[in-house]
């Protein structure tokens, strides 16, 4: 995974309350068992008509919005079921980052693993986002791991909450099994000076 430090990005606004991991990801595509591709398929049923073609009232498909990396929703995104492909679709999409006023744990354990960084604010944060980002929809938000904190277009700071473990593995790039390979030689220098008792059976 690419390492997580400052991220500085325009936002994709799509305020809609309880985003669940199926518009996320429609349950159809879960039969594929690899990331790659899984960007095409994000937020399938809202970005395509049904003949297959863009829908040109849904967010990601107007102008201007191709390349965003900071996703801003409404409260409690990533409600449903659990599912790894809905992290997978957004980092495939190219979302480093999503804005919520409340996260579903199972979708927030996912998205951390998987190099997504859920930005949790408060209501009255998030409606000063919004208000700036309806002034200049062109803002950037700057998104600092280091020091737990978002800049708004406007000027704002805020603290976002993330744990020692996950705020640790984004900033290194890894994943969990990454962040145990890092420290190989510590584990197998605790091993060689910690053998294991003899049986005396």
């Known amino acids: 995974m690419e390492p997580f430090r400052i991220l500085n990005s325009k936002v994709v606004p799509l305020l809609i309350n309880d985003i669940d991991t199926d518009q996320i990801i429609p349950a159809r ?3 594929a068992t690899d990331k790659a591709g899984m960007g095409d398929h994000l937020f399938a049923d ?10 040109p009232d849904f967010v990601l ?6 390349g965003r990396k ?4 409404g409260d409690n995104f990533g409600c449903g079921s659990s599912r790894e492909h809905a992290p997978w679709a957004l980092v495939g999409y190219g979302f480093r980052a999503v804005i919520s006023t409340g996260f579903a744990d199972i979708f927030r354990n996912n998205a ?8 949790e604010i408060s209501p009255d944060a998030h409606r000063d986002l919004v ?16 020091s737990q904190t978002i800049t708004f277009p406007g000027g704002r700071t805020e603290r976002f909450p993330i744990d ?3 705020r640790n593995c984004l900033l290194e790039g890894v994943d969990q099994l990454g962040y145990l390979l890092n420290r190989l030689a510590l584990i197998e220098a605790y091993e060689s000076s910690h053998p294991a008792p003899v049986s005396t059976i």
């Open 29 to 31: 595509f879960l039969k």
């Open 46 to 55: 809202w970005r395509y008509l049904p003949d297959g073609s863009p829908n």
């Open 61 to 66: 498909n107007e102008p201007g919005m191709q």
């Open 70 to 73: 900071v996703l801003l929703a």
């Open 112 to 119: 951390l693993k998987n190099g997504l960084l859920p930005v």
């Open 131 to 146: 208000a700036d980002l309806e002034r200049d929809p062109n803002g950037e938000v700057v998104i600092d791991l280091e």
């Open 164 to 166: 020692a473990f996950s």
